[in-house]
């Protein structure tokens, strides 16, 4: 009896140290395999290790699927940034002091995982808070990610990360230097420099032509004039049908309008305006008398011709208008 007793008595403190050892050692190890490798791979019996409790650390574990069979466009795209941010909180905690575990289990190594958690998509983030010690928190259950506005960078996840750890290192997300976008630009700048440097003398009576000038500013107040922005910012279809079967190239109503619609009286403005300047400048430069009255007659035509167009387009916007010349009605 005595010996049993003796017996009981020195397992007791074994048994007491054996109970308490497996929680620190469980982070001590997986810290460990993290510094070497990080973030962690996981399948199902080592993702339900890590996350079992009770546990005195916090894990983040990313749920992915990575073969080009499940056409997992955002899994791929966020990789990158996952395994960023996992590496540079990893060796800027070396010593574990933020005592946070970075895992990743894919769909292929973690389907009993997956239908366990009754996951249909991915990627899914879930994050695992302490359940015993000082940062512990009553509620077992993981936090999620919100994956929903699209890819997201590093940076967003580790702020994320960050405000379920206060009180403990959040070691900054460093990103590599990108040496072949730096030496593009670099190239691109000397590039460019150089043919400024040798094409300018040929570029500087063109910038300083005021005909030039004078040519892009009128087609700007003819875009800006005839719809151009209001196509953008309505949306508007370029052509919409007649209802028997055509297209109709003008929007009824005043309010309504066509992307080809812009184009046309773009089109007709300009011609117009054309027409006026050479009446007013070019026609009486002409030195002979027959051609000069040929160019007035040319021009007014035009003009008469594409100013009754123009009035029989408000006409077919609105049937209440009074105007009309011929030949259009």
Same mark, same amino acid.
């Given at each position: ?45 080592? +993702? ?112 994320? /990360? ?22 593009? /630009? ?15 003398? +040929?570029?500087?009576? /063109? ?30 279809? +370029? ?24 184009? /046309? ?65």
């Amino acid at each position: 009896m005595h010996f049993l007793k003796g017996l009981l008595l020195s397992l007791l403190p074994a048994a007491a140290l054996a109970a308490k050892k497996p929680v620190v050692d469980k982070f001590s190890q997986f810290h460990t395999k993290a510094l070497a490798s990080t973030p962690l791979k996981l399948d199902d019996s080592v +993702y339900a290790k890590l996350t079992a409790a009770p546990r005195n650390y916090s894990v983040v574990v990313l749920l992915t699927a990575m073969e080009a069979r499940f056409g997992c466009a955002l899994c791929r795209e966020f990789q990158p940034e996952w395994d960023l941010l996992s590496s540079s909180w990893t060796k800027g905690d070396k010593k574990g002091d933020s005592r946070l575990v970075f895992g990743t289990l894919d769909f292929v190594d973690g389907k009993n995982t997956f239908q366990s958690l009754g996951l249909q998509t991915a990627p899914v983030l879930l994050f695992f808070q302490p359940t015993v010690g000082p940062h512990a928190i009553p509620d077992n259950g993981p936090i999620r990610y919100d994956f929903t506005s699209g890819p997201q960078s590093a940076e967003q996840v580790h702020s994320w /990360i960050a405000r379920y750890l206060p009180d403990r290192p959040h070691p900054q997300v460093n990103r590599p230097i990108n040496w072949v976008r730096g030496i593009a /630009i670099t190239t691109t700048i000397l590039a460019t420099i150089t043919f400024l440097s040798v094409a300018w003398p +040929y570029m500087v009576p /063109i910038i300083q032509n005021r005909n030039v000038w004078a040519a892009i500013s009128l087609i700007a107040i003819l875009l800006f004039t005839t719809g151009h922005m209001f196509n953008h910012i309505r949306k508007v279809p +370029y052509v919409t049908g007649d209802g028997r079967g055509g297209v109709s190239y003008f929007a009824g109503g005043f309010s309504n309008q066509n992307g080809l619609e812009t184009q /046309i009286l773009a089109a007709i403005y300009g011609l117009l305006s054309f027409a006026t300047i050479s009446l007013a400048l070019k026609v009486p430069r002409i030195t002979d008398p027959k051609t000069q009255q040929v160019a007035v007659i040319v021009w007014s035509g035009v003009i008469f011709v594409m100013y009754s167009f123009l009035l029989s387009v408000f006409r077919m916007k609105n049937g209440g208008y009074p105007f009309w010349l011929p030949p259009f009605f």
